[in-house]
């Protein structure tokens, strides 16, 4: 076996890292444009995003969901 080839599980294991980044990525993009965290909030939910891997970036986008659900309008997007 070549050292220099990946193998499938090196090709999995980046597969699910990309994919936490992108998630990550994402969630931290919709953070930034919600209209209400600000100051305190924003930063202890950017930081939940960034260091919580899959778990952080899923459950903002449940609170969010939930907000937009219940009305709350610090977490809508359309300000």
Request: net charge positive; with cysteine; glycine share 8%.
């Amino acid at each position: 076996m070549n050292p220099l080839l990946p193998t499938v599980l090196d090709g999995a294991a980046m597969s699910v890292c990309i994919f936490g980044l992108l998630l990550a990525l994402t969630a931290l993009a919709s953070l930034i444009r919600a209209a209400s965290p600000t100051g305190w909030h924003l930063l202890a939910w950017a930081l939940v995003v960034l260091l919580v891997p899959f778990v952080g970036p899923m459950s903002w986008f449940a609170v969010r969901l939930r907000g937009r659900r219940q009305g709350v309008r610090y977490l809508d997007d359309d300000a």
